[in-house]
């Protein structure tokens, strides 16, 4: 199940005991300061963190015709899940 935005928001300001428009903002300086640090890696203690992962030029094909296509080179932002969060979520 995904959770809605205003979910996420309704679940932060319960759990801080803060208002919803206080959790609102709080979230949206979080997403800011993930964007800004996503440049050199930005890390959420336990949950895990932005990187940037650069792509190397590679042969793909179309899957429409099948034919073979050149695939640029890239630079990707990937979250990388931390330990405490798979244990959290796995259960091992």
Do not use: C, H, W
Not at 1 to 24: D, F, N, P, R
Not at 39 to 67: E, M, S, W, Y
Request: hydrophobic share 45%; no cysteine.
């Amino acid at each position: 199940m995904s959770l809605t935005k205003s979910q996420i928001i309704a679940g932060v300001a319960e759990k801080a005991e803060i208002s919803k428009k206080q959790a609102a903002a709080a979230i949206e300086a979080l997403v800011q300061l993930a964007y800004k640090g996503s440049v050199d890696g930005f890390k959420i203690p336990g949950l895990g963190k932005l990187v940037k992962v650069q792509r190397k030029a590679r042969v793909g094909r179309n899957p429409a015709t099948g034919a073979t296509i050149q695939i640029p080179a890239k630079t990707v932002l990937k979250f990388r899940i931390s330990k405490e969060a798979k244990d959290a979520v796995l259960k091992k």
